[in-house]
């Protein structure tokens, strides 16, 4: 009885924390500050009956008295790296779905002249933090970073931190129970200890007006409300040496003017060196400009109508079958899609890591990022919606300055209801209240064949709201055809651009069988698919981007045919050894010849 109240108040409290930091305000640009890495062997103890709690584990005890002893030592078990994910570390991990207990000693000391916070890239999906025994926050959202001021906790010398993991699904987390992707749990993203000044820079946005080419919009805001201090914005090669003074909030705002702007595109993905300062806090960073627009049915960049030749994939590097979290990952990822011929990536399907949208930008993409609202979302629950609100803002946060970003996401194949269309308004609201110059997009499943006006036709309401509509269709696959590919009109959403943000069908790479027969699971049959596709593509007049599902082939739980699947979606261009399949070199062709048109 005792151990069940006390466990029922850890729990409350455990929600109170996940609220205080769930979609609180981040550190602009962490890797541009001084930090610390904490990553590395991390000791951890695998907590299937969720025990370790009630047993104060974080706590760390050592035996003193002849009496003592305690049922858990950190020391002399399992070593999981971090980042990582724990499932690709231990066999005994690979299906693990609960809590994870990571523990590492640090030094450090208290600096009077300095703040210092804890700061993790990500943790898949929850986890609450201790730091020399006691909890200090917790957080709910496997793909967006969070920090800790740690201040006023940290110890001159030995310093001990715990993180609870757990990554259970739920019917009320985001995504819910069932989604078609590996359920990694772990520290995933990059632990870093930060030092700011007493009072520093915490948020800064620098980037393009929306709508003018030579006209940057720079808001700061330091970390404590102080007015009347100084904040330097330099970007020397556009001559720019703006002073801006705060207001009582501690913010500033301002607008330059420049000339001679290069802006940045696919072709010439040009950056500039950025400096803000104020006091003795100075912040650096390469910053792209670049206008997004869209209207009537077209989307054009920096005033040119632009097709998205788009690819999509998962935060995955399928050979060592876990979750990718380095640069050197990221430069295995995008160098396939730069190979494919792509201007354009779907980071599927919630926020990936900060060094792919950072190469990424260097690299020329494009880049869609979305939440993870994938089908099967809880829109009665008004918990979720919240959690849904910080995602968004940790996803807006973190990569507001990064040009390359012009889309964000906000939700995956949602059925209209009045609920689901407040829910989603909501997060149109949040995100328009932290940014205005990118397009805001969903995907939908919902297009149907209209027999009686012999087109594909769609009815949801909420797409009204939206800048951009995708739709995901399995034409072939999952549907088949009602008519003939040439044939296949549509008049889906006709005053929006519209993108085909999925479409294709499973093969397994070198099986070759029937071009006519989906279950030979052939090359053959998944490159037929991409022709008919694309005959389609000629057949919808707002059609302003196209997105094959998917680049390579990924681990999901529920792909059960024993040969042709075996845990794996096979739907990739590339398999998961990274061989090329028929489609790939179809999808090339369709790339090329649409950037010549
Ligand atoms: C979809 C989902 C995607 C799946 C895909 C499939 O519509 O958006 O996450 O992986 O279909 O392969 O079924």
């Known amino acids: 009885m005792k151990i069940g109240k006390k466990l029922i108040i850890s729990m409350l409290l455990l929600t109170a924390l996940a ?47 002849t ?161 009347g201090e100084q904040i330097t914005v330099l970007i020397p090669e556009l001559k720019i040496n703006a002073l801006l003074t705060t207001d009582a909030e501690g913010k500033a705002e301002a607008v330059l003017s420049v000339k001679k702007l290069q802006r940045w595109s696919p072709e010439d993905p040009k950056l500039y060196a950025v400096t803000i300062a104020s006091g003795s806090d100075r912040v650096e960073e390469q910053i792209g400009f670049r206008n ?49 011929g792509v201007n354009m990536i779907r980071l599927a399907h919630y ?24 089908q099967g979302i809880d829109f009665m629950d008004n918990d979720t919606r919240r959690k849904a609100q910080g995602m968004l803002t940790e996803m807006i946060k973190r990569d507001q300055n990064r040009c390359s970003v012009s889309y964000w996401g906000i939700a995956n194949e949602t059925q209209p209801s009045k609920e689901r269309n407040d829910f989603l308004t909501s997060l149109l609201q949040t995100g328009r209240q932290l940014d205005t110059t990118r397009l805001y997009v969903a995907a939908f499943d919902l297009v149907r064949f209209n027999a009686e006006k012999q087109r594909f036709t769609m009815d949801d309401s909420f797409t009204s709201q939206l800048d951009v509509v995708a739709i995901n269709k399995y034409m072939g696959w999952y549907h088949p055809w009602p008519v003939e590919p040439k044939d296949a009109i549509w008049e889906v959403t006709p005053d929006k651009p519209l993108i085909i943000s999925e479409f294709g069908g499973e093969a397994l790479y070198g099986q070759s069988g029937d071009e006519n027969i989906a279950s030979s699971w052939s090359e053959e049959y998944q490159a037929r698919l991409y022709k008919d596709n694309i005959r389609m593509f000629g057949n919808i007049p707002n059609l302003r981007g196209v997105s094959p599902w998917i680049l390579f082939d990924f681990r999901s739980p529920f792909r059960f045919h024993p040969t042709n699947q075996d845990g794996w979606n096979r739907k990739g261009l590339i398999s998961d050894q990274g061989m090329r399949k028929q489609a790939w070199y179809i999808m090339k062709e369709y790339y090329e010849k649409r950037k010549n048109e």
């Open 292 to 340: 997004i627009t869209v209207k009537g049915t077209d989307i054009y960049l920096n005033g040119k109508p632009m097709f998205m030749c788009c690819i999509s994939f998962h935060e995955e590097i399928p050979q060592r079958m876990g979750r990718a979290f380095s640069e050197a990952d990221a430069a295995v990822l995008l160098h396939e899609a730069k190979e494919l």
């Open 19 to 65: 609220e205080t930091l769930a979609g609180q305000q981040l550190i602009t640009n962490v890797y541009g500050r001084d930090i610390r890495s904490l990553n590395g062997k991390w000791n951890a103890i695998i907590d299937l009956y969720d025990q370790g709690r009630r047993m104060n584990i974080y706590e760390n005890q050592q035996p003193k008295g």
């Open 351 to 374: 926020p990936q890591n900060e060094y792919t949208v950072r190469l990424a930008e260097k690299m020329g993409f494009l880049l869609w990022q979305e939440i993870p609202i994938w």
């Open 67 to 227: 009496t003592d002893f305690f049922e858990y030592a950190f020391e002399g078990g399992l070593r999981l790296n971090v980042p990582g994910d724990w499932n690709s570390q231990a066999t005994e991990l690979k299906y693990y779905e609960g809590t994870v207990w990571y523990a590492r000693h640090f030094d450090a000391g208290r600096l009077a002249d300095s703040r210092q916070f804890l700061y993790f890239g990500a943790v898949s999906y929850r986890c609450t933090i201790y730091l020399n025994g006691k909890e200090i926050g917790a957080h709910e959202g496997g793909f967006t970073p969070f920090h800790l001021e740690v201040t006023d906790q940290l110890k001159d010398g030995d310093n001990f931190l715990v993180v609870e993991v757990n990554n259970r699904r739920t019917k009320d987390a985001i995504p819910a129970l069932a989604f078609d992707w590996w359920n990694y749990g772990g520290i995933t993203r990059d632990v870093l200890l930060v030092r700011t000044a007493r009072t520093f820079v915490e948020d800064y946005f620098i980037q393009l007006d929306k709508n003018a080419p030579d006209r940057i919009v720079v808001k700061v805001r330091l970390s404590d409300k102080k007015a």
